[in-house]
DNA sequence: CCACGCTGTCATAAAACTGTCACAGAACTG
DNA sequence: CAGTTCTGTGACAGTTTTATGACAGCGTGG
């Protein structure tokens, strides 16, 4: 199942482009033009996310956002405005009705999405799946498994632990300290640079066989998974 | 480069213990124990937020707090005033001093935590944002990566932080100094026209296949966004 | 008690980045 | 236009950061 978008906007040119292009980035993709609908729609449709222009027909987008507060059947989805103003007064004002973020026409794809993926990761707590997937990597915490193109990956408890962290939030940054914090706990005390072997040992057993590196190395802040790799 | 705490706080078992947790929560924390100190500390460090304790030796926070509206290179930045009195009349002065939130001693780090972001996204939502944009330029934070028409820029640590900081204010002018301090820290020394250099790196990384400069030279000044650059 | 797998630390080598300098060229000045 | 000031940049030596093999300690199961 793919994640639902409400689009609320009036120009067609715009929510044609936005309904084109989130559905070529796998959304799930819902337009309507005007405010009342939009109410209703969010109701029952309970979209994962709304992008909600600030000008439009009738009633103003940020009155909308108000009433989505409102409601309880709507409150927890998260919303995005889209605007043309970019005045700080606006921006307050939006997010002082409930606005999750804040996107200024014109804006790029990859900046809504990037934008649309942040929010809803903010707002969707940890999506406690059991098996977990990044490219052609698949960690199972059910049977404690780390699959990689269907071949088994042999991984002790901690490189276990660490790529759990990682796969998380695939791209993100953690830094060695992160690292240590959420994989071996607050408490105990180990050298930073200890991350850096056990990194060491993940990857040698992710890449056995010659494979591509999916860990991205970030100089002088740490480590990620490395978001534009395509298992 | 994470978002910049200024800590103001004489006693050194509080700026400590602010100075540790605040960095394990990936903030970058610089401490001061006196008014003049945080004022100077304030202009050329440009940090995203202040924590200010009430109770300071020769000048009190809440003339401190005045005296940083009354500047323009510090207007905008927030403040967060931690005091040991809970009185009502004492936080009314706060605020109209001009802070932003009131913190009371005892307080738990992870009250403080959600102040800071609370505030912070209430002042400045851009600079909360991990995603910062300019033109057809785009600066992760999350994944510390730019990039620009889409495509990756490699960046080193240094022209990472360089970046970060031009793009706070596009059209801005820093100076040489100013950027040595925001980007390289108060502390240590180097040349000025070591500027000079990361700046051409950053020009040849952001620049490579013959893309506009995006970044304009001010001749006996420093360097700026232009603008006027429309990507 | 031993073998074994796992761990944390260290030493060392390799890689990446940094700051300075020198010089060429550009931009101003009068 | 000649003189002066300022900026761009290739080169380079030095420094910082990362990768990795080696190793000793630990606990478990035999």
Redesign the pocket.
């Known amino acids: 199942m793919s994640i639902k978008v409400l689009v609320v906007e009036d120009e067609d040119a715009i929510s044609h482009l936005l309904k084109y292009n989130l559905t070529a980035e796998g959304f799930e993709v819902t337009v309507v033009d005007d405010g009342d609908e939009a109410l209703m729609v969010a109701d029952d449709f309970q979209p994962d996310i709304i992008l909600l222009d600030w000008m439009l027909p009738n009633v103003s987008g940020i009155e909308i956002c108000r009433q989505l507060r409102a409601r309880a059947e709507t409150r927890e989805i998260p919303v995005i405005m889209l605007t043309a103003r970019a005045e700080e007064e606006d921006r307050l004002r939006g997010f002082e009705k409930g606005a999750d973020d804040y996107v200024t026409k014109p804006f790029s794809m990859k900046e809504l999405v990037a934008r649309i993926q942040a929010v809803l990761r903010r707002a969707n707590p940890a999506a406690a799946a059991n098996l977990v997937t990044f490219g052609d990597i698949a960690l199972d915490r059910e049977t404690m498994r780390v699959t990689r193109s269907e071949a088994n990956v ?6 276990f632990r660490l790529l759990e962290t990682l796969i998380k939030r695939p791209g993100r940054v953690y830094s ?1 300290e992160q690292l240590l914090d959420r994989v ?1 706990g607050q408490d ?4 930073a ?2 991350v ?6 993940l ?2 057993a992710l890449n056995k066989g010659g494979l591509v590196d999916p860990i991205r ?7 990620a998974l490395d978001e534009t790799y395509t298992g």
Chains 1, 2 share one sequence.
């Open positions: 042999t991984l002790g408890p901690t490189e060695r071996w105990i005390y180990v050298e640079r200890t850096d072997v056990h990194i060491g040992r990857r040698k190395t970030v100089r002088a802040s740490g480590y």
